[in-house]
């Protein structure tokens, strides 16, 4: 009993540093954000939005709404491993629920569609182990486009000091692990062909899901500068997969504008890159908001 009981003391301060050194790199990378945007003040209070700017971030904030829907059927792919659910209870468990991330601690998104689950045909004890996966499947995606990227000798990647042999080689043993769990789940029984296949269609979905994610941020960056699109779009997508890691940033606010600057300094725009980061959080934002109220309307009679 003892040893259960030190296990769980272990699991609590895991926990408990984890979130302190979130909240710390939260901290730091707000002030990184507050004194850039003070540094650049001058240069970005000139800056005047146009009817035609309001009606782009508009129209990227459908744009983004819509690719979340990508994740939406990622997600019913991931829950119907475990359990014969309808999309008329996965689709909203995820879109009603996804604006929830912006609380603080980053996990209230998770608890409610686990709260919203409950009761139906999936289990406690699956929606955990659904939850786990889907927190492996996203970010797949999001490396996916990084190590394809840092292959190719992306200058944007430049500022993480990784050797350029290195990219290819990881590249290589992300492959490999993947292809070796594949082979185990398959091998012992773990997972069952149609299983296997609806993770790897869950993954495929998220690959696009960030390809829609950058180029969305490289249109907002288009709307206040002007620089290369490759960088623009693996960038977004290394900034996403930043604010996703670290835990205790609601919505990886901080995060992901911190690595925008950090990964697109080379560009020397950095007025243009501190306009973008908070143009590309409003889209995102309003976009997360589109995606709760479309579902809200449409699944309002099931959820009363």
Request: net charge positive; charged share 10%.
């Amino acid at each position: 009993m003892s040893l259960v009981d030190d296990n769980l003391r272990t699991n609590r301060r895991l926990k408990t540093a984890g979130l302190w050194a979130g909240r710390i790199l939260l901290v730091v990378s707000l002030t990184f954000v507050a004194w850039e945007l003070s540094h650049h003040w001058t240069a970005i209070s000139l800056w005047q939005p146009t009817s035609s700017t309001l009606l782009w971030l508009t129209a990227l904030a459908v744009a983004y709404a819509v690719s979340l829907w990508l994740l939406v059927e990622g997600w019913h792919q991931i829950i119907t491993v475990f359990a014969p659910e309808e999309r008329i209870r996965t689709y909203p468990s995820f879109a009603i629920t996804q604006i929830a991330k912006y609380l603080p601690g980053n996990i209230a998104h998770l608890i409610g569609r686990g709260l919203y689950l409950k009761g139906g045909k999936i289990s406690a004890s699956q929606i955990v182990k659904a939850t786990i996966a889907e927190m492996a499947v996203i970010p797949l995606g999001a490396l996916v486009w990084i190590l394809l990227a840092g292959s190719a000798g992306t200058r944007a990647l430049e500022a993480l000091n990784i050797p350029a042999f290195a990219w290819p080689i990881m590249a290589v043993v992300l492959a490999t692990v993947l292809a070796a769990l594949a082979l185990y789940c398959t091998r012992y029984h773990t997972l069952n062909g149609q299983q296997l296949r609806r993770l790897i269609f869950a993954a495929l979905l998220s690959v696009l899901f960030m390809l829609a994610l950058g180029l969305i941020y490289a249109a907002t960056f288009g709307l206040v500068g002007v620089g290369p699109t490759s960088d623009l779009v693996v960038v977004a997508i290394a900034a996403w997969l930043a604010g996703f890691l670290t835990p205790g940033a609601p919505g990886g606010i901080g995060i992901r504008e911190a690595t925008l600057l950090l990964l697109l300094g080379h560009l020397e725009l950095d007025s243009s890159v501190l306009l973008s980061a908070a143009l590309f959080r409003i889209v995102t934002v309003s976009g997360d908001f589109l995606l709760f109220t479309a579902s809200w309307i449409v699944c309002r009679k099931q959820i009363s």
